[in-house]
C-alpha cells in the first residue's frame, strides 16, 4: 500500500470545498470587485485574500498572487503529510512542474513590459525558487536578464532555457518556452524510474502534459511546418506516426479538427488560444480525476486534488478579470465553466 493514507484522507474531506460551476456563477452575478471579494472570502479558497488588497496598485493582481499562494502553502501540507520516501519523491517532482509555468510566466511578463506585480501573479510560486528571485527576475530589463536571475536564484528550468533567448520573431517566446517545458519533464520523468504504480500514475500524467504542450506549440504555428526541435516526445495521444500527422499539416483548420479528434475534445474549444488552454487543462484535470478514482489509495489523489485547486485558481482570476473588463457574462461563463 503506497504511504499516503494520511494525506489522501485529509484530501477526501476538502474535495466539496471546490469553486464549482454554480460558485463561479454567483461571483460574477455580484456587482463591483468588493462584493465579489466579500463572497470569495466566504470560501476555502478565497479566505486568505488580505482585507486591504483592494487598496494594491493592481487588486486583481494582488487576489490572484494570494490564491496561488494559497495553493503553494496547501502543496507544502501535502508535502510534509505523504510518509513514504518513493511517493514523497514523486509528489516533489509534480510540484518541481510548476517551475516551468513560472519561468514562462515571468518571461511573458518583461518581454510585455508589464506591471511587476501581475507578473507575480501569473509566476506560480514554487519549491526551491525564493521569492525574492521571482520579483529580482519580474523587473529585470530584458527576457535574457530575466532568465540569469532565476538561473542564479537555483532555477534549472531557466538555466536551460537560456539558450533559446533570440530576438522575438513571429512566434514569440515560443522556443524558450518549449526549452522550460523540456528541461520540466525530462526532470520529472528521472523521478519515475523506479517504477511502481505511483511513478506510473505520474508517468502517464506526464504523457498528457506532453500532448498539451504539443498541441499548443502546434496550434501557436497555424499549419506552419514545426522546426525539428519544437516538438517534444513522450506524449500518449499524441506521439510517433499521429504526431507525425498533425505536424504534416498546412491549414489551421485542419491542425484544429485533427487535434480536436485525437485528444476528444471539441474543435471549437481550440479555435482560440485562451479557450485552448482551458481545454487542455481541462482535460488533463479529468483525467487525473478518473486516476484517482480508480485508485484511492494512490499518488493520484493528491494530484487530483492539486491539478484541481491550480485550475480552480486560474478559474477564478478569469472570472475577476473578464468582469473588471466588462465581458459578456456567457463568455466569460464559456471559459471559466468546467462544464459536465
Known sequence: MARLDFANSRIGARRARLLGDRALRELLARGGLEARLELLRSSAAGAGIPAAVTGAPDPLAAVELALREAVHREEARLLRDTEGARQRALLSAFLALEEAAAVKAIARGVAA?????????????????????????????????????????????????????????????????????????????????RGGEDAAILARHLGDRVDARNAATLLALAGAPPAAD????????????????????????????????????????????WGAERALERRMVVALRREARSRPLSLAVPLAWLAARRAEVRRTALVLRGAALGLPAGEILDLAEEGP
Open 230 to 273: 519544437a516538438l517534444l516526445d513522450g506524449g500518449r495521444l499524441l506521439s510517433g506516426e499521429a504526431l507525425r500527422r498533425v505536424a504534416a499539416l498546412r491549414e489551421g483548420a485542419a491542425v484544429r479538427d485533427a487535434l480536436a479528434q485525437a485528444l476528444g475534445v471539441a474543435a471549437s474549444d481550440l479555435a482560440t488560444p
Open 113 to 193: 513590459g508589464a506591471p511587476v506585480d501581475r507578473t507575480l501573479a501569473a509566476a506560480p510560486p514554487v519549491p526551491g525558487l525564493a521569492d525574492a528571485g521571482r520579483r529580482a527576475a519580474a523587473v529585470a530589463p530584458d527576457v535574457a536578464a530575466a532568465l540569469e536571475v532565476l538561473a542564479g536564484a537555483g532555477s534549472e528550468v531557466a538555466a536551460a532555457a537560456r539558450g533559446a533567448v533570440g530576438a522575438p520573431g513571429e512566434h514569440g517566446l515560443l522556443a524558450l518556452e518549449i526549452a522550460a517545458d523540456r528541461a520540466a519533464f525530462a526532470r520529472a520523468r528521472a523521478a519515475c524510474r
